[in-house]
Nanobody, 136 residues
Framework: QLPLVESGGGLVQSGGSLRLSCAAS????????IAWFRQAPGKEREDVSC????????TYADSVKGRFTISRDSAENMVYLQMNRLKPEDTAVYYC?????????????????????????????WGQGTQVTVSS
């Protein structure tokens, strides 16, 4: 059983919106940095967005800046990815992933991910993925 569960994917027309949700199964997300990755057929998995454990640091891939927004809701124990102005090239399976973030590293996890210092292997907990398909 995977510890994270994604939902909210689906089929949408170009220009449309979707909100992905990431829920934890049996544990709190409070001390974890959460990232969204995506993988399209025939392509490598890429990081899309990341939010620090405090929520104060967020990072985005250049391809989604200005269109996607990551957020976390501690009360709901959820992390969201709001995706607006979707494009066909956003079509992929989207995964949320988590990694613990020490106090000294708060905010650095996401920065290191965006700089390529960290990658998917630094995130130990994953969900099963949710399919996002954007039609042209």
């Amino acid at each position: 059983q995977l510890p994270l569960v994604e939902s909210g994917g689906g089929l949408v027309q170009s220009g449309g919106s979707l909100r992905l949700s990431c829920a934890a199964s049996g544990f709190r997300l409070d001390d974890l940095a959460i990232a969204w990755f995506r993988q399209a057929p025939g392509k490598e998995r890429e990081d899309v967005s990341c939010v620090s454990s405090t929520g104060r640091t967020t990072t985005y891939a250049d391809s989604v800046k200005g269109r996607f927004t990551i957020s976390r809701d501690s009360a709901e124990n959820m992390v969201y990815l709001q995706m607006n102005r979707l494009k066909p090239e956003d079509t992929a399976v989207y995964y949320c992933a988590a990694t613990s973030e020490s106090t000294w590293a708060t905010g650095r996890t996401c920065a290191w991910l965006s700089q390529g210092i960290f990658n998917a292997t630094n995130f130990g907990s994953w969900g099963q993925g949710t399919q996002v398909t954007v039609s042209s």
